[in-house]
């Protein structure tokens, strides 16, 4: 990340594919969703892979520091249904790296759709970032949708 990542990430105006290893067949793919607008852009792209890829798709929420997250997940299950996408819709109490990274654990996962950078580079720095969680920690091909 202190490559310079990070701030392709913030410059760039369309999603980027980071790949950490050869090149794959998406056949699972995680949506980490938490209703912003960032996250939506990555549904909207999720909703594509999975319906033109034939992807099986997981909505992952985690209740950390949403306020309702049932309703954030059943605004995700509204969209998907209206393009008749199946998805899993999970909620969890753990951070989404650590979700993510347990589910990896478990099962196969080929790809992780997920928003940009929400919050002002200060408090990210000070605070931490999923993004930037994930992209240290996880090792998968992951979407990441400015």
Not at 61 to 89: C, M, R, W
Request: proline letters at 6%; a neutral charge; hydrophobic letters at 40%.
């Amino acid at each position: 990340l202190e490559s310079g990542l990070r701030t392709l990430i913030r410059s760039c105006p369309l999603p980027i594919l980071t790949v950490p290893g050869p090149s794959f067949k998406i056949n699972r793919a995680i949506l980490a969703y938490d209703g912003s607008p960032k996250a939506k852009e990555a549904m909207y792209i999720a909703a594509y892979i999975s319906g033109q890829w034939n992807t099986h798709l997981t909505v992952l929420t985690s209740s950390q520091g949403v306020a309702n997250p049932k309703s954030i997940q059943h605004e995700a299950q509204s969209y998907l249904s209206g393009y008749h996408i199946s998805a899993d819709f999970q909620l969890t109490d753990r951070s989404i790296p650590k979700e993510i990274k347990h589910k990896k654990d478990l099962e196969e996962i080929d790809l992780v759709l997920i928003g940009g950078y929400g919050t002002a580079p200060v408090l990210e720095v000070v605070l931490g970032s999923v993004v930037d969680q994930v992209l240290r920690e996880i090792q998968l091909p992951t979407l990441i949708c400015r």
